[in-house]
């Protein structure tokens, strides 16, 4: 279970690294 939540936050957090750039491109458009 604990493998689990790691993973599910890992997850998220690459989640998160990936969706920055559209974030910031949505700011600038």
Known sequence: MRR???YLEL???EH???A???A???MLL
């Open 24 to 26: 910031y491109g949505g």
């Open 16 to 18: 998160t690294l990936f």
């Open 11 to 13: 997850l998220r957090f």
């Open 4 to 6: 689990l939540r790691l």
């Open 20 to 22: 920055l750039p559209f």
